[in-house]
């Protein structure tokens, strides 16, 4: 049973290094603090009509983009729900991959794993095989970016092998890649790919963002059994006809994307994606010269390091010591395995080299490395 725990009108600032939450800039929090308006009010079009086609914009895409109040994980549900009918292959490769096959399960669709060990990446040619067996798969899932272990899997290769088959759609969760990590949506036969704003996108939690192809939109009109919240059609044929939402969005949340996407189009995705590499290799030479990196050499992600524990530190004393004497918090080992085997340092969104710098000199300090 868990008891109440009064929330408190203060807590001391704490910067975050999690993958996501993580560090918003000020003027993108004081941008939700206006009085309220209507859904249904001319001023919501405009800044619904702003944010997708900004976003449409930043991700360098022509296929449709619906913002919707929710966190990524609706449409790990949603887009199985619109496009698959019954058999789905999904790549597994560590505790996120291995969500998106249990809720498909749990919406009742036959689902085949393609299964790597944590720490190994999806490779295309396994996937090649996979589709090859004939098993005439309504979609493939593939996670870009494996949260709980660092990796980054090779969705442009995997995409083009997807594409090579017209009736299996590809379905990508990039919640915490997209923004911090490019992505040539359209070139590779990416039907579907979807994050939450929280990550690299550095806001807010309360927003999911989902880029759907013509192809799919077409899919999911076919079918009878598509999601209503998270419907593509619904979505997006609301967009077309009103510029509006189908429901009444967080609209605070809203107005702080309108202000972060113009500072991350101000930036540009390439200069995003540099400073983001150049956080990843900065993080990685410190945990190579302490410690070593979980992910396979190769596939390691640009957004968070998975750093193996290999000093056999206390890993939750020492998060909370960085805590308490530092103001910083980054996290443990993902789920029960990896809890004090490893730990992740989020290097997205606002975060530069010098910030993480400071992060790890703070680790330093405390684990006496
Ligand atoms: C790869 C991946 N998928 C799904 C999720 C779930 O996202 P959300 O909490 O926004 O639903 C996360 C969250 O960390 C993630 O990293």
């Known amino acids: 049973m868990t008891n109440k725990r009064e929330y ?7 910067t975050l290094y999690l993958p996501g939450p993580t560090e918003v800039r000020e003027d993108v929090i004081d941008a939700m ?5 209507g859904h249904r009010m ?17 991700l360098d895409t022509d296929n449709e ?10 449409f790990m549900e949603s887009t199985v729900q619109n496009l698959v009918d019954e058999n789905l292959l999904c790549a597994t490769c560590g505790s996120f991959s291995e969500r998106q096959a249990n809720i498909a399960e749990r919406l009742g669709k036959s689902v085949d794993r393609l299964e790597y060990d944590w720490g190994t990446a999806v490779k295309p040619e396994d996937v090649r095989e996979a589709l090859e067996s004939g098993a005439e798969y309504d979609a493939v899932t593939c996670v870009m970016n494996e949260t709980s ?47 939450s704003v929280q990550k690299a996108f550095a806001m807010p939690p309360g927003l999911a963002v989902c880029v759907v192809s013509e192809d799919a939109y077409e899919r999911e ?19 077309d006809r009103k510029g509006q939402t189908h429901s009444t969005p967080a609209i605070p949340v809203m107005l702080a994307y309108r202000k972060q996407m113009k ?37 390691r992600s640009r957004t968070v390091t998975c750093v193996e524990n290999t000093q056999g530190i206390d890993v939750e004393a020492t ?20 809890g004090q085997q490893t730990f992740r340092i989020g290097h997205m969104g606002e975060h530069t080299v010098e910030s993480i710098g400071a992060l790890t000199d703070a680790i330093e300090d405390v684990a006496r490395l």
């Not at 272990?149 to 995409?159: A, D, L």
């Not at 992505?183 to 036969?189: C, E, P």
């Open 263 to 299: 500072h991350m189009l101000e930036e540009g995705h390439e200069a995003r994606d540099q400073r983001h590499r150049q956080m990843a290799e900065y993080t990685r030479d410190w945990a190579r010269k302490h410690f070593d990196l979980f992910a396979e050499e190769g596939y």
């Open 8 to 14: 408190k009108d203060s807590y001391p600032d704490k």
């Open 149 to 195: 272990t660092g990796v980054r899997n090779p969705i442009e290769e995997i995409g083009d092998v997807v594409a090579e088959y017209p009736d299996t759609y590809f379905i990508v969760d990039a919640i915490s890649a997209l923004g911090g990590d490019y992505v040539d949506i359209d070139a590779h036969g990416i039907d579907v790919i979807f994050t």
């Open 221 to 239: 009109r076919e079918k009878e059994s598509a999601a209503w919240y998270g419907g593509f059609q619904r979505t997006l044929d609301y967009y």
């Open 65 to 74: 983009v619906i913002v919707l109040t929710a966190s990524g994980t609706a």
């Open 319 to 338: 998060i909370e010591q960085v805590s308490e004497e530092y103001d910083m918090v980054f996290a443990d080992g993902y789920g029960s395995t990896l």
């Open 33 to 37: 603090c206006e009085p309220m308006f």
């Open 42 to 58: 001319d001023r919501m079009t405009d800044l619904y009509t702003t944010v997708v086609e900004d976003t449409k914009e930043f």
